[in-house]
Structure formats: C-alpha cells, structure tokens
DNA sequence: CGCCTTCTTGACACTCATCAAGGCCCGTGG
DNA sequence: CCACGGGCCTTGATGAGTGTCAAGAAGGCG
C-alpha cells in the first residue's frame, strides 16, 4: 500500500469527506515540502503572524498561551494530521505559541496553495473545514472541561478525547495509544499542579480505569472511564462520511 | 446625527478599519430585519445548525455550552454590536447554545447576505473577520483565565476585558458600566459558585477596586484593578484603525 | 560517574464548594 | 392594602479538593 495515500490527515479527512482519487492526489500534493524540528522547539510565536500553515505529519505538538505573571496554559495537543495554525491565517489571529513536544515532521503550506486547492475541490475544502470546526470544538469543550468538571473527570475526559482523535488517524485503539506527554504538559493543559496530576493518574489507575506510563495509556477499562469523565464524543464523531 | 450609523457593530468595526459612508450603509442595509426577544429564551440550541447570522442590536446574550451532567459552563457574553452564531455558519459548528440574558432586540441576517455583502465589499469582510478573530481569542483567554488564574484575578480580568469592550461600542468607559448579569451568571462564566463569586466582588469592593451592584460596575480604582488581574488588553485593542 | 529530567509520595495550608439561613426587592393575587 | 412567593444577594460554618513545599527514587545521557 503506498504510504503518501494514507498520511494521517488524508486519513483524518477520509472520515469527514468521502475523497476521491484526484482530491487525494491534490491534499498529498500539498505535503510534499517536509521540515523536521526537534523537540521543544518553537513553531510559532504569540503575537507573530504568518502567511503559512502547517501540517503535522508526525510527533506531537502543542499550543499555549503565556500569561503575564509566566504561567502557561496550554490551549490543545495537535497530533499528526492536524494543521497548526490555520485558524491564525483564516482569521488572522496569532494570539498562542506553538511548540514542538516531540520531534516532529511538518509541512510547510503557503496560504496562497491552500486556497487554490480549495478553490479546484471543493470537496476537500469542505473537509478541512469540518477539521477546523472540529477543532474549535475542542477548545470549547476544554473550556468546559476546566470550568466545571473536577480534577479525575478532567483527566479522564481530556484521555479519552486524545485516544478518539489519534483513533481517527490510526495511532490508537480503545485499548489504548502511545502517548509522549508529560505528567508537567498534562498540568499545563489541563488547569492543575504537576503534583495532582500524578495523584489523580495514580487513582485512575489504582480503580483500574486507565494506565498512564512509560508514555503509553492504557485503557483498563474504557467504559468504566467513559463512565466516570460522562464522556460524549458527539462534538468529535460526525459519524460517517458526511458527503459520499 | 443618524442613528442608524451609529449602530453598535459599525462603531465597533470602525476601530478595527475605517469604513467609507457606502461601507457603512451596506452594513446598515443588513440590518434592517429587526426582531426581538425576551429575556431568558432560548435563541440558538447545542446541535442546531443554522443558515443564518444574528447581529445583536440591544440587549446582552450569553453562549454555554451544557455538560452532560448538567452544569453549565458560559462561554462568553454578546454584548450590542457582537454576531451570534457566526462561527457556526461560517465553520458549520454548533457545538453550544445561546440564550438572552436581556430583552434584545437582534437582526437576522441570512448567510446569503451576509456573503454577498463581503464579496461587494472585501473591507467590511476584513472588518469582520477581525472581530471574529477578536472573540476568538477572547475564548482562548477565558480558558486561560480558568485555568490559571485563582478568583479574584479572574473576576477582575473579567469585568476590565468586559468594560474594554463596551467601551468599544460606547456603552462604557474607565468609570464604569451598566451590567444587567446576576452573580450567578458570572459563576456559570467563570468556573466559580455563585456564593463565592459573592464573597470575591464584596472583596474587591472593599479593597476599593471595582463596584459590582445594582446592574452598575464602578470602576473605583481602575488602574489597581488593572494591576491586580495582570490584565493586558493587546488581545482585544487593534489600537487606531488597522485598515485605513 | 554525576547531573538532569521526570515521576512519586507525604505533610500541610489554603482556596473554594457546599449547606444552611436569612434579608431585600418586587410582582402577584387576595 | 397587605400577604405571599420567588428571584437574587449576603453571610456563616464546615470540609473536600488542590496547591505548595520538600524530599527522594528511577531512569537517561553526557
């Protein structure tokens, strides 16, 4: 099986658009311009505005905005498949950075070539669209999430939706992923100290719900955990292929 | 002078670009389909998806987003001259539902229109993609504000980034405000309980910070309230219009 | 080998939620 | 006109949930 047909964010799209050959070839076009950067290097700057997007081809990224006082408050995770990016250049926002967790691989997407692509399939325009809005769900769902729900949902919850989303690009299953984070990453994204975290991983495990170590999280009881975080991942699933 | 080119949206997207007096009409000309609604209904529901565009002319309006468990997590408040739902029609989301919190008055604008009119007149597209943008980043710092700031912080940061954007629309100014939310609204927003929302603003009362009473915000000291929620508003000024 | 990052655990303090009770204001109906 | 009820605000008492501080353990890497 060629590999370029089956690039996480091809795949990714797949579920929300039914693609044909050509919109392939066109989105497999557009990641041909590869760029590596180590880990824990800064992609994007807060406040800088750029004309391009990425596309994560592989490792883990994430995005963060820095509060006056230095503490950080991670936004999300992008996982392979993901842009980074892309709602700065549609809406031209540029208010978090952007940071590599891992070594990652990306492609580097001038604003003019995805709009041109959108412009000859609109199919795959319609597609990216979805991811975008997808996207945003998420952050409101995390808004959510710290707002109102407690320490272990949060953990629980925030879990599941990293395990729903690399499912989708082949990188999981319900029993569980690779998973490169950082009890501190975890802190950051999810509104808590580095300390609780690892108390609450501890009790997580210890119910024998789910195993978070040596980077890989292991689902020891995927519907007792999607029991306790009241996981609905309605505002992740569009089912099946929308368009066919 | 005319009120109709004193509308709320128009004064607020002449900060972000100077409209000539034909942008301005065709702005006016889309609002001119008036409709009310009183306070507490239901306006757009999680999951609905609409083809349509709200402009809100009076009144204010909250978006939350329900978790199954029943809690409530606010989102953010419109306020006159802010879009409801434009996310949603643009990105096709409709991930959260949006309630009066006021009598208002809105002005539905159909899609379409709204299209034709940015096709007619790129600037006032650009105008209103940066507001989108604007709020946009508004979410991002709410969700940072949760979960990074403790209470008093984040009330703080809540009622200045509020009083920056009235003042936007010239409903308020350094001295203050008319606010018609409860004290249980500003928990629902800010991740608090309404009982603690009551002790953290008699705090800052008596600190002589800011006056949360009777429907008014009285800034009493603005420049220590600023100083205390760390509270820098480069996410929301464009400063002097960007566009000119 | 020694340092550094990450994880782990305990002790303690403090923020904030919860429960409970009462007050104020205003609209509604007797 | 007054009594009642319902929002909304206010305050106290109490305890659970989390943060902070501190110390150590388990690896990876120069």
New interface residues.
């Given amino acids: 099986m060629d590999t370029t047909v089956t690039s996480p964010l091809a795949r990714k799209l797949g579920c929300f658009v039914a693609l044909s050959d050509a919109e392939l070839s066109v989105l497999e076009r557009l990641q041909v311009r590869r760029r590596p950067f180590a880990a824990g290097r800064e992609i994007v700057h807060q406040?800088q505005s750029d004309r391009a997007v990425y596309i994560l081809v592989s490792g883990w990224v994430c995005s963060y905005?820095t509060?006056?006082?230095g503490?950080?408050?991670i936004?999300d995770f992008q996982i392979p498949g993901d842009f980074l990016g892309l709602?700065s250049t549609?809406?031209?926002?540029s208010?978090?950075s952007i940071e590599s967790v891992t070594d990652i691989q990306v492609c580097e997407v001038p604003s003019g070539d995805l709009l041109a692509a959108f412009a000859g399939t609109p199919r795959l325009a319609t597609a990216v669209?979805?991811a975008?809005?997808r996207d945003?769900?998420m952050?409101?769902?995390?808004?959510?999430g710290?707002?109102?729900?407690a320490a272990p949902q949060r953990v629980a919850h925030f879990l599941l939706e990293l395990g729903a989303r690399l499912a989708l690009v082949g990188f999981g299953t319900k029993a569980g992923y690779a998973c490169p984070l950082t009890q501190y990453l975890l802190a950051d994204a999810?509104?808590l100290s580095a300390v609780h975290i690892n108390r609450v991983l501890r009790q997580l495990r210890e119910l024998g719900l789910v195993t978070f170590r040596d980077g890989t999280v292991v689902f020891d009881d995927y519907g007792g955990l999607v029991a306790l975080a009241?996981f609905?991942p309605?505002?992740l699933d569009q089912e099946r292929p929308l368009l066919t």
């Fill in positions: 406040g905005k509060l006056p006082d503490a950080r408050q936004v709602r549609l809406l031209q926002t208010d978090h669209l979805w975008a809005s945003e769900a952050v409101v769902e995390h808004l959510a710290l707002g109102r729900r999810l509104g009241d609905d309605t505002y």
